[in-house]
């Protein structure tokens, strides 16, 4: 069997399963299994596989048939300009939130060295792609999942910031010390009853700690705001990630808590999906 018709097959299992991107799975998974590019794959289809590699490949479809996501089955996720381990303790880094790393690379000098507060840190892709671009900058990353806090420092030492970060397992309600120039997170914002209207890749895969936020989707959110006000110098600014249909009560909590609102980005999809604020009282 070649690798178009190992393509061809994995495709057609995939499309039964319902999977949208059943193609473009199959060809990463190939790709996955040969320990090639997905491109390098493409230009060889009439290579022939051995079978220990397409017994591997039909292992690790079946995986994929039961809609488990592909990063969590190959371990890596590609977010900003930088690849990550991801496992199912983390969250998978998604499009929408390379907006805050974006935001804060706007908001910084390229030699200044500002501290960063990481609240939820998760698998690291935020905080380490931004000190990879503001080298002189400090962070703390905390976590309370110590598995995903595992992960991010992985993350952090592969990419040879294990020195610039600091990791500690504790909940936002815990920090007492220090003035931080920057709060960024991707906090749980979504609503406790609209857990099981997620797509089954996320409900049945990701970690709900790293999703679910109460019954109005803003009790970590309400956490990060009040916290923050404290944890922030003057004129410091708080940089996050909220959810659909959010914005307007989010944008007077900030108001209640003594922040400016600069800006609110939306996504792809024209959903307010990052907010800008700077701390004033």
Not at 226 to 237: A, C, Q, T, V, Y
Request: glycine residues 4%; aromatic residues 8%.
């Amino acid at each position: 069997m070649n690798y178009l018709q190992v393509i061809k097959f994995g495709s057609y299992k995939l499309r039964q399963n319902k999977i949208e991107s059943h193609i473009l799975d199959s060809e990463l998974l190939l790709s996955f299994v040969l320990k090639s590019s997905r491109e390098q794959i493409l230009t060889k289809l009439n290579s022939d596989i051995n079978k220990n590699n397409f017994e591997e490949f039909k292992k690790i479809l079946s995986r994929r048939e039961k809609k488990e996501p592909i990063a969590y089955i190959t371990n890596k996720k590609e977010f900003w300009k930088n690849n990550f381990y991801v496992n199912n303790h983390v969250l998978i880094p998604r499009p929408e939130t390379e907006l805050i790393v974006e935001e804060v690379l706007k908001n910084t000098e390229i030699n200044s060295s500002k501290s960063f507060l990481d609240v939820g840190t998760g698998s690291g892709c935020i905080i380490i792609s931004i000190l990879k671009e503001r080298v002189s900058c400090s962070a703390t990353a905390i976590d309370i999942c110590k598995k995903a806090l595992k992960i991010a420092k992985f993350n952090a030492k592969m990419h040879h910031l294990k020195n610039n970060i600091n990791f500690i397992n504790i909940d936002i309600d815990k920090i007492h010390d220090n003035k931080y120039d920057f709060i960024i997170s991707n906090p749980p914002y979504i609503k406790k009853f609209n857990l099981s209207r997620l797509d089954q890749s996320v409900k049945f895969f990701e970690p709900h700690i790293a999703l679910e936020a109460g019954i109005d989707g803003l009790r970590e959110i309400k956490k990060l705001i009040n916290k923050s006000n404290r944890l922030l110098k003057i004129n410091g600014k708080l940089i996050f990630e909220i959810g659909m249909n959010q914005c307007k009560i989010i944008k007077k909590i900030l108001k209640q808590n003594g922040f400016y609102i600069n800006k609110v980005i939306n996504d792809i999809s024209s959903i307010p999906r990052v907010i800008i604020s700077t701390k004033i009282v």
